[in-house]
């Protein structure tokens, strides 16, 4: 989410609905059988060429785990922007709904 507030108190109607979009194309994004395809390929590659290195090559271990590191990182992300668009989402219909009640005071 972004801003200082993590929580989404405060935010906007238009920031909630933003959210809710963002959140809403990351699982677009995550759902792509290409981009699961590439980020098992990135792991199966990676984890191949940690096994076929020799022990003495710690330096390009080390670069392999921090690719796989990034990807988890980059998955994490997007996992993160769903989150927020589902917390944003309940805002709106928790809104929609005391905005309702107060209607019918």
Same mark, same amino acid.
């Given at each position: ?32 059988? *290409?981009? $699961?395809?590439?980020?098992?390929? =990135?792991?199966?590659?990676? %984890? !191949?060429?940690? @096994?076929? +290195? ?19 990182? *980059?998955? $994490?992300?997007?996992?993160?922007? =769903?989150?927020?668009?589902? %917390? !944003?989402?309940? @805002?709106? +219909? ?12």
């Amino acid at each position: 989410m972004s801003g200082a507030d993590m929580s989404g108190i405060g935010m906007s109607g238009a920031e909630n609905e933003i959210e809710v979009s963002r959140g809403v194309r990351a699982r677009a994004i995550l759902d792509d059988p *290409l981009v $699961a395809e590439a980020f098992a390929a =990135i792991e199966r590659e990676c %984890l !191949a060429e940690w @096994r076929r +290195a020799p022990a003495r090559d710690v330096e390009g271990r080390e670069r392999l785990w921090l690719m796989l590191k990034m990807a988890e990182r *980059l998955r $994490a992300h997007f996992e993160s922007l =769903i989150d927020g668009g589902r %917390l !944003a989402g309940e @805002r709106i +219909a928790a809104l929609k709904k005391e905005r309702l009640a107060g209607f019918f005071r």
